[in-house]
């Protein structure tokens, strides 16, 4: 039996049962919820009743058989998926008439009705898919007893008793079978595109209302939802029309293929919709699912689509002006989620850098009209992807790791974002720069220079041609886990992990241009990753990786070096302990330590360290630190490389749980 057949077969043996209950009221209890109350309620009443007497009522099999990738299903119910054929309505009231004689004599039904019909018509109301547009918040709304949620307009969050009611299909359908699918507001909030089904159907059609007073505003479009595929629409940036999906009409398709073949069509507002642009679909599976999206500073769209349900996923995108609609991933190519990023300008946590290849405070100028003529103008639920995460050259010290946030959460939390005078704002987003690498002008320069369309080369090296070119004075760097370096690593090896975001921009400060590399990954994969991190930031010179990563390097019984690991709380009992047994190197940046700093601590920012720091005694240990451990990674490393035999790394924490904890620091 398929899964509608027998979804169908439970449904009509549930609507019998329950015909009764209307006698309190409206028949709401259709469905098999209800009834699934009804008999766990009822079964503590039950006891060792008998079985009700006779066979239950036969239902004849009438095979159909589809093949599905060369295997034969046999579907012996399908026949009562068509709730409209006379035979299986005189079925369904057999069925009905069966479970009413059973039901019906249950101890205790009548109680059971009572109370279900009480707590089933209960006055709470719930709003969910909440949309905001400038001051309005547009939700669904769930108000028993009514039948179905309807759409509804708030003029705050905080404001559910002032919500003003834009279009319920409850007024227009009294049996509660027209429903609501979804709904898009136009990016001022002025006009609302909902899609509304009857029967239970979810064959939607599209119906454009205004938010001022629920009346229709525009044609409308027939055929943008249905069960197999669902539905989508996204506004353009002007309001003055939408892309939207849109199943064959008419006699475009055969029968059965009309709830299939889903496509991407434009519409105009104020035209009709015979007239709607084709954009995106004939090429596409009869099973497949479009989702788009339309990037509101740009006019950018862009088309997802699934092939079915088995997590295959295409992605296209056109810009104002393309001519056609671009592909840059294919069924088969595993990426399974695309969305516009918020570009340069705005990351989680922190803006852009303004000195990144032009005068510092022009570029903040810039970024500060990017962010508040465009970005500060979207909607707070509107998602921030950043192009760069926490540790990228690209933006200001307080970026986050985080691969996304929210316009609102974004304005909240960054007081730079709060700021309306561009004077102010270029003073403090000039005033905290931190210096540049070594090599910025030539990451600059292959920027802007021409597409490098060939890949990096990197060969695999034995562990003796490692040690020969490192002889050669090519850097070894370590790209795998801090903690996997610091167990067993290279002497002379520099950690710089490739498996978080900020491996560029630490390579780029510690390697010089035109200095080789030989990268050690936990296999060869990863080596080639970094290799090509690594050209991302204009250093191409990759002398090689060890290939096999360091498990060719210990099955050859090479050397290897380790570096000690101490917890912050074990830093500072063994600094209560003996202050003068144990240096402390503070490799954050200047404004971090000026802000506050371990007593007796030395500073020396990780990317500054090209020798041993004078003030540093080659006799004691030195714990290297910063705010985190991932930069204390690579200082303690660089300490070693230097000559310290023993190096420390401060790991899970740094300076910021030093001062939260409440021990001792300098200003």
Excluded at 125 to 134: C, K, N, P, T, Y
Excluded at 220 to 242: C, H, Q, Y
Excluded at 281 to 305: F, H, M, N, W, Y
Excluded at 575 to 588: C, K, M, N
Aim: hydrophobic residues 40%; contains cysteine; glycine residues 8%.
């Amino acid at each position: 039996m398929s899964e509608t057949g027998f979804r169908a077969k439970k449904q009509s043996l549930c609507t019998g049962a329950l015909e009764r209950v209307g006698a309190y009221g409206e028949k709401r209890f259709r469905g098999p919820f209800p009834l699934v109350l009804l008999c766990l309620a009822a079964a503590p009443l039950l006891g060792n009743s008998p079985p009700p007497a006779g066979a239950p009522p036969a239902t004849p099999r009438k095979p159909v058989t589809d093949t599905y990738h060369g295997v034969a299903v046999v579907d012996e119910y399908r026949w009562l998926e068509d709730g409209a054929d006379p035979e299986v309505r005189k079925w369904s009231d057999t069925q009905n008439a069966r479970a009413r004689a059973v039901l019906d004599k249950l101890p205790g039904v009548e109680t059971i009705r009572a109370e279900l019909t009480r707590i089933m018509a209960a006055p709470t109301v719930s709003h969910f898919d909440l949309a905001v547009r400038g001051k309005k918040v547009f939700a669904l709304r769930r108000q028993p007893p009514k039948e179905q949620p309807f759409l509804v307009v708030l003029p705050a969050l905080d404001r559910p008793d002032a919500a003003r009611v834009l279009l319920d299909p409850n007024d227009t359908d009294k049996e509660g079978t027209t429903s609501v699918d979804w709904f898009v507001p136009s990016p001022d909030g002025s006009l609302v595109a909902v899609s509304v089904s009857k029967g239970g159907s979810e064959a939607g059609d599209v119906r454009v209302i205004r938010a001022e007073d629920g009346k229709q505003a525009d044609v409308v479009i027939p055929r943008a939802n249905a069960a197999t595929a669902g539905g989508d629409l996204a506004w353009a940036p002007d309001g003055k029309g939408f892309y939207y999906t849109r199943y064959p009409r008419g006699n475009e398709r055969p029968a059965d293929d009309l709830n299939f073949f889903q496509q991407l069509y434009f519409h105009e507002l104020g035209t009709p919709t015979e007239q709607d642009r084709y954009e995106l679909g004939k090429d596409l599976p009869r099973i497949a699912e479009v989702k788009v999206e339309v990037q509101q500073s740009t006019g950018r769209v862009l088309c997802t689509v699934q092939n079915g349900d088995g997590g295959e996923f295409a992605h296209f995108v056109r810009a104002p002006g393309d001519v056609a609609w671009k592909q840059f991933a294919h069924f088969q190519d595993g990426a399974v989620q695309a969305a516009f990023g918020s570009g340069d300008s705005l990351f989680v946590g922190d803006i852009a850098r303004p000195d990144l290849a032009v005068d510092e405070a022009e570029g903040a100028r810039g970024i500060f009209h990017s962010l508040n003529d465009k970005l500060m103008s979207l909607p707070d639920t509107c998602e921030v992807w950043p192009g760069h995460l926490g540790g990228s050259m690209c933006g200001g010290p307080g970026m986050d790791l985080k691969v996304s946030s929210t316009i609102g959460f974004e304005r909240a939390n960054q007081p730079l974002l709060q700021m309306q005078d561009e004077d102010d704002f270029v003073r403090r987003a000039t005033s905290a720069l931190r210096p540049q690498p070594p090599n910025f002008e030539n990451i600059v320069a292959l920027n802007r220079g021409p597409l490098a369309a060939q890949s990096v080369e990197a060969h695999p090296l034995t562990p003796r041609q490692v040690q020969q070119a490192e002889r050669d004075g090519a850097l070894v760097v370590d790209v795998r886990t801090e903690l996997q370096f610091d167990e067993a690593h290279i002497p002379a090896a520099v950690c710089i992990t490739a498996l978080r975001g900020g491996f560029g921009s630490r390579l780029a400060w510690l390697a010089e241009p035109s200095q080789p590399l030989v990268l050690v990954g936990r296999d060869d994969d990863d080596a080639r990753d970094a290799a090509e991190l690594a050209a991302a930031v204009g250093l191409t010179d990759i002398a090689g990786y060890l290939s096999g990563g360091m498990t060719s390097w210990r099955e050859e019984k090479q050397p290897v070096e380790r570096v000690e690991r101490l917890t912050v709380s074990e830093l500072h009992e063994r600094w209560e302990d003996d202050r003068d047994g144990i240096q402390l190197l503070d490799v954050r940046e200047r404004d971090e330590w000026d802000e506050g700093h371990i007593p007796g601590s030395i500073h020396r920012p990780y990317h500054d360290i090209r020798e041993l720091p004078d003030e540093l005694d080659l006799q004691r240990p030195v714990a290297a630190l910063c705010s985190s451990g991932q930069r204390a990674a690579v200082a303690a490393s660089l300490l070693k490389r230097f000559g310290a035999s023993d190096a420390i790394h401060v790991v899970d924490g740094g300076v910021p749980r030093w001062i939260r904890e409440g021990w001792p620091v300098e200003r």
